[in-house]
């Protein structure tokens, strides 16, 4: 059976009966499986795909497992850089023609880097689906890693860094908390990378790199949508058969990040923020762990999912010593972390906020949860994963979510069921254990005039 936007339409018109109703314990709603198809090619290539003719439109996306963790040392942002030179030219194409295959004929392309992989997706018209196949397969094995294609795409890299990271009041904070959360994990690179880093890159870094990880063993296809099963397959065989499996085995990232043996306490200053602000982090299992990773989601939802979430009643609403207030449980393919910050109002300090998101932490691991707030929670989480799924690109991203990240794509079909299951004492559990009864470490974003020192750090 495939899952059909009716089939969908049906299930969220059931969540919204849902959060409707009385405040009781909600039923656990039958979700259609997504009937996908995987087949792995000769040279190593995973392909997974999703027939579903509801629209005249296919995602096509390549998920290659290379992301900042395999950065070289010394050269952080190199995975990032590649999200740009993608789109240059090949053999077979000029610069930039990615975008005429795909926004002249009213569709999209786009890509993005993480900490475990590299995206590149886009969505056309279905007829258009073989040409898309044939460009993914150029640039995988074609691609001109060039001098100038280099040099004009590390300038483009180093001006994003510049404005999402120097010219946001918040952007240094944000971008501290992997290098700080992380003792000896590559992990602890940030995905943007650095200035530095880019400048002291050569051409031979970054054609070693690309030999290196753009590999067909080394990458998943992904196709959803209006498609014929028997043509795909041979366009698939066509375009990316040929290509060769190198000899070289793929480097694997083995270091393994310790528990932390104790508390710290870092600052961080900023010339450009206006207001203090303050942000703690704990180290979570990799995401395949769903019998944790799922009740973690579920916890940080309750902490911080809408205006009625726990820390903003807390800090925002009620004390009023913040003006936004957060949480996140980011699963890795490696060891994650569960992230709760708060940016301060006027006139308030960071230690003000700390107590108040340790209390209200300490609260949700101990105390009980009202059926209808726990309900509430998981009901829009699973809306969310819903609606995503009613497009082709949603349902391909969803696919390579849980291939790529969470250890096998039937986790595409087993995790909504779980989250439904999610019950009180799976979130007091998976607090206690990673959170409460963990070491922490908390870094304070402090506003300071130009020319004072920067960062410090110390135990606490």
Same mark, same amino acid.
């Given at each position: 059976?495939?899952l059909?936007?009716?089939?969908?339409?049906?299930?969220?018109a059931?969540?919204?009966?849902?959060?409707a109703?009385?405040?009781?314990?909600?039923?656990?709603l039958a979700?259609?499986p997504?009937?996908?198809?995987?087949?792995?090619?000769? /040279?190593?290539?995973q392909?997974?795909?999703?027939?579903?003719?509801a629209?005249? /439109?296919?995602?096509?996306?390549?998920?290659?497992?290379? $992301?900042?963790?395999?950065?070289?040392? $010394?050269?952080?942002?190199?995975? !990032?850089?590649?999200?740009?030179?993608m789109?240059?030219?090949?053999?077979?194409?000029?610069?930039?023609?990615?975008?005429?295959?795909?926004?002249?004929?009213?569709g999209?392309?786009?890509?993005?880097?993480?900490?475990?992989?590299?995206?590149y997706?886009?969505?056309?018209?279905? /007829?258009?689906?073989?040409?898309?196949?044939?460009?993914?397969?150029?640039?995988?094995?074609?691609l001109?890693?060039?001098?100038? /294609?280099?040099?004009?795409?590390?300038?483009?890299?180093?001006?994003e860094?510049?404005?999402?990271?120097?010219?946001?009041?918040?952007g240094?904070?944000?971008?501290?908390?992997?290098?700080?959360?992380?003792? %000896? !994990?590559?992990?602890?690179?940030?995905?943007? $990378?650095?200035?530095?880093?880019?400048?002291? +890159?050569?051409?031979?870094?970054?054609?070693?790199f690309?030999?290196?990880?753009?590999?067909?063993?080394?990458?998943?296809?992904?196709?959803?949508?209006?498609?014929?099963?028997?043509?795909?397959?041979?366009?698939?065989?066509?375009?990316?058969?040929?290509?060769?499996?190198?000899?070289t085995?793929?480097?694997?990232?083995?270091?393994r990040?310790?528990?932390r043996? &104790?508390?710290?306490?870092?600052?961080?200053?900023s010339?450009?923020?206006?207001?203090?602000a303050?942000? @703690?982090?704990?180290l979570?299992?990799?995401?395949?762990?769903?019998?944790?990773s799922?009740?973690?989601?579920?916890?940080a939802?309750?902490?911080a999912?809408?205006?009625?979430?726990r820390?903003?009643?807390?800090l925002?609403?009620?004390?009023? #010593?913040?003006? *936004?207030?957060?949480?996140d449980?980011?699963?890795?393919v490696g060891p994650?972390?569960?992230?709760?910050?708060? @940016?301060?109002?006027?006139?308030?300090?960071?230690?003000?906020?700390? &107590?108040l998101?340790?209390?209200?932490?300490?609260?949700?691991?101990?105390?009980?949860?009202?059926?209808?707030?726990?309900?509430?929670?998981?009901?829009?989480?699973?809306?969310?994963e819903?609606?995503?799924? *009613?497009? +082709?690109?949603?349902?391909?991203?969803?696919?390579?979510?849980?291939?790529?990240?969470?250890g096998?794509?039937?986790?595409?079909?087993?995790?909504?069921?779980?989250? *439904?299951? %999610?019950?009180?004492?799976? #979130?007091?559990?998976?607090l206690? &254990?990673?959170v409460?009864?963990?070491?922490?470490?908390?870094?304070?974003?402090?506003?300071?005039?130009?020319?004072?020192?920067?960062?410090?750090g110390?135990?606490?």
């Amino acid at each position: 059976m495939r899952l059909r936007p009716a089939a969908l339409l049906t299930a969220l018109a059931l969540l919204a009966t849902t959060l409707a109703a009385p405040p009781v314990a909600a039923a656990e709603l039958a979700i259609p499986p997504i009937a996908y198809h995987q087949r792995i090619l000769p /040279n190593g290539l995973q392909v997974l795909s999703v027939e579903d003719h509801a629209s005249p /439109n296919v995602a096509v996306q390549v998920w290659y497992h290379v $992301g900042s963790k395999d950065d070289p040392q $010394g050269r952080s942002g190199f995975a !990032h850089l590649f999200e740009h030179l993608m789109f240059k030219s090949t053999k077979h194409m000029h610069a930039e023609q990615f975008d005429r295959l795909t926004e002249d004929v009213g569709g999209a392309n786009n890509a993005s880097t993480g900490d475990d992989v590299t995206n590149y997706f886009e969505v056309v018209p279905s /007829n258009h689906l073989q040409t898309l196949l044939w460009a993914e397969a150029e640039r995988l094995s074609n691609l001109n890693v060039d001098e100038a /294609n280099f040099k004009s795409e590390r300038a483009v890299v180093q001006e994003e860094y510049r404005q999402s990271v120097l010219a946001n009041p918040y952007g240094k904070l944000f971008n501290a908390i992997d290098p700080h959360s992380y003792t %000896v !994990h590559p992990y602890k690179r940030p995905t943007i $990378g650095s200035i530095e880093d880019l400048d002291a +890159a050569t051409l031979p870094d970054v054609i070693a790199f690309h030999k290196t990880f753009y590999r067909p063993d080394n990458a998943t296809l992904i196709v959803a949508g209006d498609f014929d099963p028997k043509q795909l397959d041979a366009w698939v065989d066509q375009y990316f058969g040929w290509i060769p499996k190198p000899a070289t085995p793929i480097p694997q990232v083995t270091a393994r990040e310790p528990v932390r043996k &104790k508390n710290l306490r870092y600052t961080v200053t900023s010339e450009t923020a206006p207001l203090p602000a303050v942000a @703690i982090t704990w180290l979570l299992p990799p995401a395949s762990d769903t019998a944790d990773s799922i009740p973690l989601k579920v916890a940080a939802a309750l902490l911080a999912q809408g205006d009625s979430s726990r820390l903003y009643q807390s800090l925002v609403y009620r004390h009023q #010593v913040a003006q *936004q207030a957060g949480a996140d449980a980011d699963g890795r393919v490696g060891p994650g972390l569960f992230t709760a910050y708060a @940016i301060l109002a006027s006139g308030h300090q960071p230690a003000e906020a700390e &107590k108040l998101l340790h209390e209200e932490i300490i609260w949700l691991a101990t105390q009980p949860i009202p059926a209808a707030e726990l309900d509430k929670v998981k009901t829009q989480l699973l809306t969310s994963e819903l609606k995503q799924r *009613q497009t +082709a690109q949603g349902l391909a991203f969803a696919l390579g979510q849980a291939a790529l990240i969470d250890g096998s794509p039937e986790h595409v079909n087993t995790d909504l069921a779980a989250l *439904q299951k %999610v019950s009180e004492q799976d #979130v007091h559990r998976v607090l206690q &254990k990673y959170v409460t009864g963990a070491h922490s470490v908390t870094i304070d974003y402090l506003p300071q005039p130009a020319g004072a020192a920067t960062t410090s750090g110390a135990a606490k």
